[in-house]
């Protein structure tokens, strides 16, 4: 089992939709987790980290933390051509070190017009 | 600028000749990690480094080394690549927060390795 799981999609959205992105991770002691965004032959980069259980809000994106059930997810609202990437759950097990930091595999999400 | 730097950022080479891959960041953070990323298998963790001469394996160190003389540098060394080590590699760095969790990761924009 993966230490942290994610659909790879494509997760196919209308444009102005809602998308909704979901991540478990088997470390019951993690603290960190993160939402990352790749385009196609880039870095990655942060969209959102979340600590505390419940959610977060910055502009469209909102993160979801449920540590009880060991879950993560992202919501992208109202959802843009430019948002179409790979979005990368990161997830910090420290029950293992303080220093891993764990990623999916990523899911692809396409948005359409 | 704030960032991090790779070099090479490609190349292709044959198995068994040593290379480095160098990282080199200037937001003076404390951390510092080496991923390689695969097709379906997302980033990988290498190693990882959580300040001068203080480095860890990550889920993936076999074929690897690194060190961590100065802060702003955490190269990756290929010591006898194999072709199972053809992969795009990224160095990222952060700051380390209350409890020394680790920040927002800042990343190079990858070197493609090629191992013939």
């Known amino acids: 089992q993966k230490e942290v799981e994610q659909n790879s999609g494509p997760l196919s959205v209308p444009e102005g939709a809602i998308a909704s992105l979901n991540c478990t991770y088997s470390?019951?002691?993690?603290?960190?987790f993160f939402w990352y965004r790749q385009y196609s032959g880039k870095s990655p980069e942060l969209i959102m980290s979340i600590y505390s259980n419940g959610d977060k809000e910055d502009g469209r994106f909102t993160a979801q933390l449920n540590k009880a059930s060991q879950y993560v997810s992202l919501l992208i609202r109202d959802s843009q051509p430019s948002d179409s990437a790979t979005y990368l759950c990161?997830?910090?097990?420290?029950?293992?070190?303080?220093?891993?930091?764990?990623f999916g595999a990523g899911t692809q999400v396409v948005v359409t017009p | 600028e704030a960032q991090v730097t790779q070099n090479p950022r490609y190349l292709i080479t044959v198995t068994g000749k040593k290379l480095t891959v160098t990282c080199s960041q200037n937001?003076?953070?404390?951390?510092m990690s080496w991923y390689r990323q695969d097709p379906g298998l997302g980033l990988r963790q290498i190693y990882y480094?959580?300040?001068?001469?203080?480095?860890d394996k990550g889920d993936v160190p076999e074929g690897y080394k690194v060190s961590r003389k100065e802060k702003r540098n955490f190269p990756l060394i290929l010591e006898s690549p194999s072709p199972n080590q053809t992969s795009l590699y990224f160095c990222?760095?952060?700051?380390?927060?209350?409890?020394?969790?680790?920040?927002?990761?800042?990343f190079g924009e990858g070197s493609r390795l090629t191992v013939l």
């Open positions: 480094s959580m300040n001068v001469e203080v480095t």
């Open positions: 937001m003076n953070h404390e951390y």
């Open positions: 990161a997830v910090n097990p420290v029950t293992d070190s303080w220093g891993k930091l764990q």
């Open positions: 990222a760095s952060s700051t380390l927060g209350t409890g020394i969790l680790i920040g927002e990761l800042f």
């Open positions: 470390d019951r002691g993690s603290q960190s």
